[in-house]
Every structure is written in C-alpha cells, then in structure tokens.
C-alpha cells in the first residue's frame, strides 16, 4: 500500500478539563501505512488527543476526519466501527477467560457463540499479521507481553486500521519490545496506521516513520524521522536544549548499612511474593533494582519499611534485626521510604491535604500534645525553594499540583527527616526530562552524604547511568546482583525474563 | 443540541454562597408556587414559619430543644465520616445512650442529684460508645461494611427498647399501657434560661470537637486515615486503634444525646426516644461540611425549619404532608445544589456554529 496519503486527521482540537486546557487546537495527520509516534512529557496532551480519537473523550472543538470524511464518535464503539482501536496501558482482559473468549467479549451481534467458526476468523488474522498468540491460555497464565499481543489481536479481530499504543513499552522487557517492534512493522505493511505514544527517545528513533512532538497542549512540529535527530526531537519537546547526561559518582564507604538475609514474605492469597532474597546495601551506595512490573518490588520495599508481613527472614539494620517491629519504628532507626505508585498519591501523601499538613504526617509522632504547624510549614517554604517546587502556596491541596511537583515534595519530605536509607521507588514515574535529572542530582546528593539507597525503577537507563549495582529480580526471586558500570541492557533484560546470572558481582 | 455535564475548576468561598443562595431562593420560588397551589399566600406561609421558629421566647426555646439532639449526634457522625466510616448507626447508638442511662435514673434514684446526672451522662456516653465499638471492630478485623451494620444496629437496639417498654421494664402503675416509669426529679436535666442545659453541653462539645479535629493528633490521624488507609499505614498510624477509637467517640456522643433526650425532654425512656434525629443527623452533618460551627448553624436552621413546618400546620390548617412536602422541596434544592458547586452543565452542540460554517 502507498505511504503518503492522508487517512486521519485530527484539526484545531481543543479539550479542556476544568480550568486546564489538555489539547490547545492540535492538528495530526497520520498517514496510511505509516508508524507515527507522538512525542511529549507528561501532560503533553498525548494520550488526551488519542482518547479523543478512540472515542473516549469528546473534544470540546475541533474536526476529525477519517479517510477523508468527518466523523464524530459520541463513545468508544463509534470510533471502533470507524476502525479506531486503542491499546491501553493498562490492559482491559477478563483474567478468567481464555483468550479466544477475551477476543469474542463484547461482540453484539447474534444470541449463541459459534466459536469454532470465530476461531478460524481469528486464526486468519493472526497469519495475516504474524501475531502468536495462544488462544486456549487462559489470561491469568498470560505474561504481560502476550497479554499486549492479546490486545493487539482483539483490536484487529475488531477491524480495527488505525490503531493506537499508548506507552506499549512501559511494561516490557528489551526482548518483549523487539517482538511488539516486529508486529508494528508487519501492521505497517497491512497498510493499517499505528500511532504510538511514547517519551523514549530511543524507540521513537528505531520505530517511527514520522515524528510529531507535542508540548504543553500544543502540537509543536511533525518532522520525517530520517531528517530528524535524538537532539532536535528533546529541544522541541522540552522546549530548550538539554544535556541527558547522568552523573555517577563514586561510592565513598565499604560499610554495610543494610543486610537482607532470606527474606520471604507471601501475599494474601499465599502465593509467595518474596521467595529468599540476599543482599547488602552500604553507607554511600546506591543498589538500583530491575524487574518487569510486579515481581516483587512492591512487597520489596513495603518489608523494607515494616508495612509487609514477613513470613521468614532477617532485615538487619545495621546489626538489628528489624522483622517483627511497626512501622513507627523503622521510620524512628532513619529509614524511610517513598513509593511512587503508578496514582502517585496511594502511599506517602493525602492528596486533599495541603504540603503542611503533609510534612506534619512525619513529624507529629515527636511532639507532645497539640499539632504545631509553625515547624511544618517552616519546612514545607524550605522544600519548595530547595526542590523548586511549582505551587501557588504551602496550603493548597498538594491534589492540584502537577505530578512532578507531588513528587517533589514527597521526595523532599523523605530527605528532610535525613534518613540512613533511603528506599525510592519509580520516584521519576512519568515526570519530564528536567524533573527526572533534578531528581537524579538529589539521590546524588544523598549518596555523596553516605546515605544507603535502595532505587527501584523501570527505565534501564537510569538504572544503568545511576547505580552502583543493579540487582535484578524476576518472579519474586534475585536472578542476579551485577555491577551497573560493566552491565547490558540486553543481560538485564534477560535477567528480568529470569535467566540466572552465574556469578554475582559484589 | 446536546446537553453535557462538565467539571468546574475550584470555586471560591463566594461562589459557594451564591450558588447556595441561589438554591434557597429557588427552593422557596418552587415550594410557593406550592402553596399558591394549596391556595395559601406563599409570603403569609413562610413569614409564619419564620414566626413558628422564633415567634416567642416559648417558640425559640422549643426551636434550640429540637436543635439540642441535632448538634450533638452531628458532631458524633461528623468524626466517623472524617475517617470515611459511614456510620449511619446514630439512631441505634442514641437509643443504647438513653437505655443506659435510663438503666441507673431507674435504679438508682436515692443518689443525689448532681451525682446520679452525671453517672447517667457517662453511662450514656459508654452506651453509645459500645454500640459504636460493634461495627468498628467488625470493620477492622474483617472489613465488614458498616454502613450495613451500623443501620441493622439500629433495629437491634430500638427492638430491644420495645422489648423492655412492654416486658420487664414496663410501669406497673400504668394500668397496662406500655410504658417506662417516669424519672423522677433527680434524674431530670435543670435548665438554664428556660432550656434544659443539654444546650450548654451541646456548646461545649462544639468547642471541644472543633480543637479536637483541627489541633490534636489523634483528629490529624483520622483525617489522614479516612483520606488514605495506605497512607495512614505508612505514617505509621495504628489503623485498628484509630477506627476503635473513632468509632467510641461517634457512639459516645450519640449515646450521650440520647440520655439528654431521655432524662431531659420525655423524661423517661421509649422507642420515640431517637425519633429518627440519629438519620436526621447525617444530612446536617454533611451540610456542615463535618466542620463543627457550621453544624451548630445548620442544626439550628434546620430545626426552625422543622418547628415553623408544624407552625404552618395549626396556623393555616396545612396538612402535616404538605408541611413535609415544603420541607422536602427546600432540603432537596440546598443539597442538589451541591451539584452545581462541583459541575456545570453545558447546553449546545461541542461545535461552534460559525466553525461548521466555514468548512
């Protein structure tokens, strides 16, 4: 099929939310059999635009036209009869089905299922565009990348030629992307039009055809890839040009701070989460973790700071043993943790509260008697100069702060009660490039302090430009503890996939 | 054309009264058009519902009696929903109060009077407290849903009232009426300007509650717990104290309404000692914001509202439903209200008319 000629278009589409405007009259044109990557920060306005093509949100003004006509989509089945399919990040599959019945979900026509017929439709399909996918497996056995494959079937199966990924590679290992990577090209020669959502630089390079980059609401340019560069893409993006660099400094000491030892824990159902892990963390060093989403980071980091039942095993803190005792008192021995769930505000924050309210959730456990404000909201003027927080004022619900600001002063409060460790999880978790850096100084500046970290992140590459070591975990289990100066994203990832490293580097 | 609701941005302190404004004035518009229909004089009615309220001394002081029970259990279920405890158990736990309480004013009437009121006032409190603690304990161990258990209480306790008004508590004097045996005069409230001192306590407890949710730890624990149950447990709050905790303040403070119900206004106790006050409640408190001294209005308002409703019932032979009914009319639009403080609706196709033009 020919590339050039335009299929959708997208013009002057304006959508506001209260008193913020997402997309500010942004244009798109998306090419038949093209891939086209959207590129921004958070808040760009990406995946706005791209629910409003899904038929998901309703533009409060604007035009789109879908091989040439105008078409308006009052909810999602519009635009999936018009042949707009979407790709979640967060996939929408019934766990206790099997795939087939996953596909056959939510089809209108007809009172009975032929199954066997619609089995040999979906076959087809798959050929066509060279997914595997087994359609017998039952969700729940489903790794996250053939639950992705899963969706993209789906979408097909419901004759779906445009079709949209929004952030597909958040959830995937290096390997699981190259395959994704694959099915997009075999979609691209079908002559369907992928749009795909994204902030990496590096995947946009690799996969793309074409390139527009938004900014805060606004489309900002749409460039050809092959005229384009990693360099110009961030400058347009961010606004102004930037150094990506990630400094790594030197670990200073040898102590051992942290010792971990046999550490297992089961979640509710019983199934065991933490299944005996080993390792030490020293004063000065920062100990990055690698996993795919849920192997076990979460219940990692909540044992770590006495909010997870551990079933057997020994968290020595510097020489005691810590199993066993409250929250309170993990946090009085200096450890402290700040969790970035994917809300951003589930775990360390209230988010109808103001920042004051919210450094006090810290510090009213020392005082006596009545709360005293004056102190928290001494501290809460010295974050927002100290961390260059954006907020009208200390006592606005930290709520309506932006995502990189909420996290800021997460961040700042957890510093600011000078802790010895310091366990951060997805602390950077959708914020943009200058936010993400300013971030990585501040870890920095806690390590040359001698600080103990414990960083738990998705993006390898601030894994690998930022740690000491990397341990990986996968399943529950550590597949390999390697030292970040020697390591590959390609040996993490495999090792993320659960392939044993044969020796672990101290 | 096409109507489509839409999220409002924060709207200031200002916005909020004119919106509330514009709901009262609506609601009284509405309610006279009522009337008219009725065929009474919508401007006669309301300014002697207004008469009803505050006519008189007699008739304010009737107003603050009913406004009493409102203000007290209002506080009580405004702490429990600070923590998203939706205990809507007020009526069962003012009923336990006044049965507790009713327990020593029959029992022990030899005590003097200052001592015995005062133990009647903890026993309520430990009464309201306890049927509290139920649902609490439930929730925290179990996770049970306590707005089911806090309304099934409820039936629970007012069957347990009937239960002794017509068996083992029942006045042998009464010559076979089912009825409790009046207190006698040392278990009854004194009043003070005319009004039994349940209002002073009332008053007081505003203070004490309005320092007790904004100054003190334990306040700022439940707050963050109802926020977050996850942030709680990070900030290292005890999550099972602090339900127990609240849930033993909320009950107690119903429970010690019903003993000033009891001991101060029937005088005895019986199954109309609640009298629906404890659902009643609810609706105050959330239009109180669960902030103590707007409760202490609205409480007071509503129960103008109540006592000009029957007003209007004996001065113009109103039926007691139509009464309701104005009633009814003004609750909703002040509470639909709410709507238009969050979203606005807006009416027209998502396309200007002047862009379709031009295509």
């Known amino acids: 099929m020919q590339n050039g000629s335009v299929y959708v278009s997208m013009r002057d589409i304006t959508k506001t939310f209260g008193n913020v405007v997402a997309t500010d009259k942004m244009n798109l044109d998306v090419a038949e059999g093209e891939i086209h990557a959207l590129l921004g920060e958070n808040g760009a306005g990406k995946s706005t635009l791209m629910n409003m093509l899904s038929g998901i949100y309703i533009p409060d003004s604007g035009h789109i036209f879908i091989g040439g006509k105008e078409v308006k989509f009052s909810s999602p089945r519009d635009a999936i009869n018009a042949g707009v399919g979407m790709i979640h990040q967060h996939f929408k599959l019934v766990d206790v089905l099997t795939a087939l019945e996953n596909i056959l979900l939510g089809k209108r026509k007809g009172f009975l299922l032929n199954k066997k017929q619609h089995y040999h439709e979906v076959r087809k399909i798959m050929e066509q565009f060279h997914l595997e996918v087994d359609l017998k497996k039952y969700i729940y056995d489903m790794s996250v990348g053939e639950k992705q494959n899963l969706e993209i079937l789906k979408t097909l199966y419901r004759g779906a030629r445009i079709l949209i990924l929004d952030e ?64 110009e893409l961030t400058e347009l993006m961010v606004g102004r040009p930037i150094d990506l660099s990630i400094n790594r400094i030197e670990r200073v000491t040898d102590k051992r701070v942290l010792k971990v030892r046999d550490l297992r824990a089961v979640n509710e159902e019983g199934v065991e989460v933490l299944k005996g892990l080993n390792f030490d963390i020293c004063a000065g060093e920062i100990l990055g973790v690698a996993g795919i989403a849920g192997s076990g980071q979460k219940e990692l980091c909540e044992a770590l700071a006495g909010l997870y039942p551990v079933k057997e095993g020994e968290i020595l803190f510097k020489g005691e043993n810590l199993v066993g005792k409250t929250p309170k008192e993990f946090i009085t021995r200096g450890i402290s943790m700040s969790f970035i769930p994917e809300d951003r505000l589930g775990m360390g924050l209230v988010a109808s509260m103001d920042m004051v309210d919210n450094i006090l959730l810290k510090q009213y456990h020392h005082t006596k008697g009545f709360l005293k404000k004056k102190p928290a909201a001494a501290k809460a003027e010295e974050i927002i100069k100290k961390l260059d927080v954006q907020t009208p004022g200390i006592h606005h619900p930290i709520k309506n702060l932006s995502g990189g600001n909420i996290q800021k002063v997460l961040l700042g409060r957890e510093l600011d009660s000078h802790p010895e460790l310091l366990i951060t999880a997805y602390p950077v978790r959708g914020l943009d490039i200058n936010t993400c850096l300013r971030i990585y100084d501040i870890l920095n500046e806690e390590k040359k302090k001698g600080v103990a970290i414990l960083y738990i992140a998705e993006d390898l590459d601030s894994l690998l430009g930022l740690s000491d070591r990397i341990m990986v975990i996968s399943n529950g289990e550590i597949t390999g503890i390697v030292d970040a100066r020697k390591a590959t994203k390609e040996q993490l990832g495999a090792m993320m996939l659960g392939k044993k490293e044969e020796e672990y580097a101290v | 054309m096409q109507f489509r609701v839409v999220k409002k941005p924060e709207i200031s302190q200002k916005q909020y009264f004119l919106i509330m404004l514009a709901a009262i004035t609506l609601a009284l518009l509405t309610s006279g058009l009522f009337i008219l229909l009725l065929g009474f004089n919508p401007l006669g009615v309301y300014a002697s519902m207004i008469q009803g309220a505050f006519g008189s001394a007699y008739r304010i002081e009737q107003t603050i009696v009913a406004a009493v029970p409102l203000i007290i259990i209002s506080l009580g279920v405004a702490i429990a929903f600070k923590m998203k405890f939706w205990n809507i158990g007020g009526e069962g736990q003012v009923i336990m109060g006044a049965f507790f309480a009713s327990f020593l004013a029959l029992n022990y009437q030899h005590l003097s009077r200052p001592l015995l009121l005062l133990l009647m006032v903890v026993a309520g409190f430990i009464g309201g407290a306890l049927w509290g603690l139920i649902p609490a304990f439930l929730k925290a161990k179990w996770d049970t849903n306590e707005t089911i258990v806090t309304l099934m209480l409820n039936y629970i306790a007012l069957k347990w009232v009937t239960y002794l008004q017509y068996g083992p508590w029942k006045d042998p004097a009464s010559l076979g009426f089912p009825k409790i045996a009046n207190f006698t005069e040392n278990a009854i409230l004194p009043k003070l300007f005319g009004v039994h001192i349940g209002w002073v306590i009332a008053l007081i407890l505003v203070v004490i509650m309005y320092i007790f949710m904004n100054y003190s730890k334990k306040g700022f624990e439940i707050a963050v717990l109802g926020e977050s149950i996850n942030t709680a447990r990070y900030a290292g709050i005890n999550i099972f104290r602090t339900i127990l905790f609240t849930m033993f303040l909320s009950g107690g403070l119903c429970g010690l309404a019903g003993m000033i119900q009891a001991s101060a206004v029937i005088n005895t106790l019986s199954v109309e000692v609640a009298g629906g006050v404890g659902f009643t409640a609810i609706i105050t408190a959330w239009l109180g914001a669960l902030k103590p001294h707007w409760i202490v209005v609205v409480s007071v308002l509503f129960a103008a509202m109540v006592q000009g409703g029957s007003y209007i019932q004996t001065a113009f032979g109103i039926s007691a439903a139509s009464a309701s009914i104005i009633q009814a009319m003004i609750l909703f639009f002040v509470l639909g209200s709410d709507f238009f403080t969050k979203y606005k609706v807006v009416i027209g196709s998502s396309l200007p008319a002047d862009r379709k033009g031009a295509k």
């Open chain 1, 168 to 231: 597909p590679t958040a959830v995937l290992t290096p390997q699981e992307t190259v395959v994704l990577f694959k099915i997009m090209r075999r979609m691209k020669e079908q002559g369907c039009s992928v749009i795909f959502i994204s902030h990496k630089m590096n995947e946009v390079m690799e996969i793309a055809d074409r390139i527009t980059v938004l900014r805060k609401g606004k489309t900002i340019a749409t460039l050809n890839k092959a005229e384009t560069n990693p360099e």
